[in-house]
């Protein structure tokens, strides 16, 4: 069954928002889960989470970041009235959405668009919502839906210097996002946060929240192909003991997490991922 694009855009530099037609999935999913996408015939399966659905019409929207060959193909390909061959889902567990209180929901870098979700939930469940979107200045996202949907928003971009690089990006992000969650919570009473971004800048933000002692959620994002417990790849270690964070999460208690295993496997393929994308960006100047 395809799943066709009703709408398409850029929202900002290496953000691409698609609306797709996929009912099974819009009457079922709620916040935090993630889908299982495959666009092309001979592409990879990657995880994406819903940032937005209308289970009477049908339709979720996927934000994507493009970092790699898959996401930067769909960019270059992909139009609205075209299919997406799979979708599936909804996987993984809900995010927990009950009455905590204050809550401090921070994206780091595209980290955002899985908050959105979850911090709009938070505020209907009764929650004073705070989200804290950390990214280079030109990629600020969804600042109009938070504002209409939780009880304050925060940006803190920055700009990227010249010759940096990811790693540089994600340092930047990293000391950023720590610093600023160290002013909040040094000035206000926060009861629960909740981080989604790089496994290196979630520790950096974890490491100020439990000077604190605040309950914190992770949403994990360590490598996975199947999405269903299958392969493994995702394993994490929580508590001391193994678990997958497409069937057990993604989202765990950070103070059980396993920081530095979870920031060593999240690199395993890089190599191989940038060795993709060089070769995909040759085929498109046709060398």
């Not at 709620?30 to 994406?48: H, S, T």
């Not at 049908?58 to 979708?87: C, H, Q, S, Y």
């Not at 192909?225 to 765990?252: H, L, N, Q, S, W």
Request: a negative charge; glycine letters at 10%.
């Amino acid at each position: 069954m395809p799943y066709k694009i009703l709408d398409k855009k850029e929202l900002a530099p290496k953000h691409v928002m698609y609306k797709i037609e996929a009912p099974h999935v819009a009457r079922k999913v709620q916040p935090g889960q993630f889908v299982i996408v495959r666009a092309f015939p001979n592409g990879e399966r990657i995880p994406l989470t819903p940032v937005m659905w209308d289970r009477e019409d049908g339709w979720i929207v996927l934000i994507t970041f493009v970092r790699g060959k898959t996401t930067m193909r769909m960019a270059n390909e992909l139009k609205p009235g075209d299919p997406i061959l799979n979708v599936a889902g909804p996987l993984g567990n809900p995010a927990p959405i009950e009455k905590f209180g204050r809550v401090l929901a921070v994206g780091l870098s595209a980290g955002i668009v899985e908050v959105f979700p979850i911090a709009k939930a938070l505020q209907e469940a009764g929650n004073d919502v705070t989200t804290l979107h950390v990214a280079p200045a030109p990629m600020a996202i969804l600042k109009d839906e938070f504002r209409e949907n939780v009880s304050r928003h925060i940006f803190e971009g920055f700009e990227i210097q010249e010759g940096w690089r990811t790693k540089e990006i994600v340092a930047e992000i990293a000391r950023r996002g720590a610093e600023k969650v160290k002013e909040l919570l040094s000035e206000e009473n926060f009861d629960f946060v909740l981080t989604v971004g790089p496994a290196g800048a979630q520790k950096a933000v974890f490491n100020v929240v439990k000077e604190f002692g605040i309950p914190m959620h992770a949403d994990l994002h360590p490598i996975m192909v199947d999405g269903t417990g299958m392969c493994g790849a995702c394993r994490v270690m929580v508590g001391g003991e193994v678990k997958f964070a497409c069937i057990d999460g993604p989202g765990f208690d950070a103070y059980k997490v396993d920081w530095d295993e979870l920031i060593h496997r999240v690199g395993f393929y890089t190599d191989l991922e940038r060795k993709a994308l060089e070769e995909y960006l040759k085929s498109l100047r046709g060398e």
